[in-house]
Structure formats: structure tokens, C-alpha cells
């Protein structure tokens, strides 16, 4: 990861970026990575709590592999007006509308954690001679395999935004929102090391990196700019029924990557939706966690992008 970048002057114009879309919504994306003509486009998909700013964590590898690197946020998230009543599966025609405002005829997409439900509904609505691959970072599954092997922490919240989401906006607004909202940024700096002390101790010496908290700083601030609401209306898409048929997706390079030691989205969870998926393919990375995985970035980029 690097936080570097988003605090560069001559950079901060392509990181708060909107498209207006044909309903009139305005749909908020960052830009990473390479700026070359020719630099090949990924649209990438932050997780839960997240925003376009995460795609940061790829702007080193993007440089190198000659990537231009998009991060969009969700609907109601971020730049993102808000789309009520929306289902995971209205979100591939959005990024079509992305491409046409960014004149892309071609691009892959990468879903991170939470945004991986989202890399699967392009996988399974856009046409190949658009979309020319699929990847997922420590996806999230489908909600009927339950969490085993999730953390308690998150799975009381998960449970809570599929029944209760009263409370998950609760729990939200008294953990998140106040730091997140703080005029002080040292305030949610200061909630973002405490949270890494929490956590497994790989996870933990990972989050503690100076660019690294740079870069969930400057994540939560804009994934909570419009309070826990859009937040909880993304876990109930993410726990509700996608609507879509993993053995009918026919997106031809379908590529995921979990570590063994995950305890936020297990890698039982990439097995399961691997063998479900014509064509897919998974690779794990033994001793790997949650976040640890992302110093795999370049790789687990070029693999994306090479595959079709």
C-alpha cells in the first residue's frame, strides 16, 4: 500500500472525480497508478466500510505494470449519490456508464473483500468483448454459507445488517461515524492505530505501517462522509439474495485470491464459489490474512491483467 500518494498535490485532482450518470446520479471515482495512453484500465471495487480511495493500496503496482487503476465508490458512499431500492445486480450497468464517460471501450475489474460480490454481478451481466476479466481479493460469499471462522466482531455486525440493521447503524454511529466525521483527522488516525492492536498479529504489524494507516485514514473518511446509512444498505444487498446463478456466469477468466489465515472472509469462501464457477481459478496464499494479502498487489495485479 501507499498513503503517500494521496497526499500528492499533483495527484489529489484525479482522487475526487465524479461521472454524472443518464439518471441523473453522480457516481464517484479516483484514479491510481499509471497515467499513460495506453495504460490498461481496472475498475476496482472497495470493501465494507471502503471507498474509491482504497484503490490507493494499487497505485505502486498500477505505475509499474503500466495499470490505470480506478477506484469507484458505491452508491450513497463517498462522491456516490444515493440509489435506493438498489440491488447488487443494477451495479454492472453503472460501471458501463463509467467506461463510456472515461472512453473505455475495455476493462477488468477487481473486486476487494466486500467488493467482491460486485466484481461477480460484472461477471455475470457485461459482455466479454467489454469485460476482459474478473478479479476478487478475499471475497465475500454468498450469505446463506453463514460466517464460520469470522471473527466475532464481525459477525455481529454482518448479523446485525441482515436482521437488525437498526443496530448495525448503532454499533456504526458509536464506533465509525463520530472519528470518521471529525473535523481533526489525528482523531480518526488515532481510532485506525487503536483498531490495528486488535487484530491477529501479522494483520496488526501490517496496519501499523505509517502509509498504510494513511490509507484507511483517508478510506473511512469518505466511506463515512454520509453517515452509517449507506454503509448498512450495503451490508443488506451483500447479505440478501444477489440474484445471480454462479454456475451461469460465463465470464471466461475468473480469477481469485485468498489467504489461509483470513478471519474476516475465510478462504472456504473462495473454494466454494471456485467450484461453482466455469473456469475459475483460485490460488491461496499460505500464512496470509485479511490484510496481509495486499502486499501481493503487483502479482495478484499482473495475474488480472495477463489472463485474458
Known amino acids: 500500500m501507499t498513503g503517500s500518494v494521496l497526499h500528492d498535490p499533483s495527484l489529489q485532482a484525479r482522487h475526487g472525480q465524479t461521472a454524472t450518470l443518464s439518471d441523473g446520479r453522480q457516481l464517484g471515482f479516483a484514479e491510481f497508478g499509471s497515467q499513460a495512453s495506453d495504460a490498461t484500465p481496472v475498475l476496482v471495487f472497495h470493501g465494507l466500510p471502503g471507498s474509491r480511495l482504497e484503490a490507493a493500496s494499487l497505485h505502486q503496482a498500477g505505475c509499474e505494470l503500466n495499470v490505470r487503476v480506478i477506484g469507484v465508490d458505491r452508491p450513497g458512499i463517498g462522491l456516490s449519490s444515493p440509489q ?112 490495528a492492536t486488535r487484530m491477529n498479529p501479522s494483520d496488526r504489524e501490517f496496519c501499523e505501517r505509517p502509509d ?46 485468498y ?11 473462495g473454494q466454494y464459489m471456485v467450484e461453482r464457477i466455469p473456469g475459475a481459478i483460485l490460488k491461496e496464499y499460505k500464512g496470509d490474512s485479511h490484510f496481509t494479502i495486499r502486499r501481493r498487489a503487483t502479482e495478484m495485479l499482473q495475474e488480472l491483467v495477463t489472463a485474458g
Not at 168 to 189: I, M
Not at 243 to 255: D, M, N, Q, Y
Request: aromatic share 8%.
Open 84 to 195: 435506493p431500492n438498489r440491488k447488487l445486480l443494477d451495479w454492472p450497468a453503472d460501471m458501463k456508464e463509467l467506461a463510456k464517460h472515461l472512453n473505455i471501450q475495455q476493462y477488468y475489474v477487481l473486486g476487494i473483500s466486500a467488493g467482491g460480490p460486485y466484481a461477480l454481478a460484472c461477471a455475470s451481466q457485461l459482455p466479454e468483448t467489454e469485460l476482459l476479466g474478473v478479479g476478487i481479493i478475499s471475497g465475500m460469499g454468498p450469505w446463506h454459507l453463514g460466517t464460520p471462522g469470522v471473527t466475532f466482531e464481525l459477525r455481529v455486525l454482518l448479523n446485525s445488517m441482515a436482521y437488525a440493521p437498526w443496530l448495525a447503524r448503532a454499533l456504526l454511529d458509536y464506533s465509525f461515524v463520530g472519528p470518521a466525521q471529525d473535523p481533526n483527522p489525528a482523531k480518526l488516525k488515532g481510532f485506525v492505530e487503536g483498531a
Open 212 to 257: 498504510v494507516v494513511d490509507t484507511l485514514v483517508a478510506t473511512l473518511r469518505e466511506s463515512y462522509r454520509n453517515g452509517a446509512g449507506p454503509t448498512v444498505d450495503e451490508g443488506q444487498i451483500l447479505t440478501s439474495d444477489w440474484g445471480l446463478e454462479l454456475e451461469k456466469i460465463t465470464a471466461t477468466h475468473v480469477r481469485m485470491w
Open 259 to 269: 489467504g489461509t489465515e483470513d478471519c474476516n472472509t475465510p478462504v472456504s469462501l
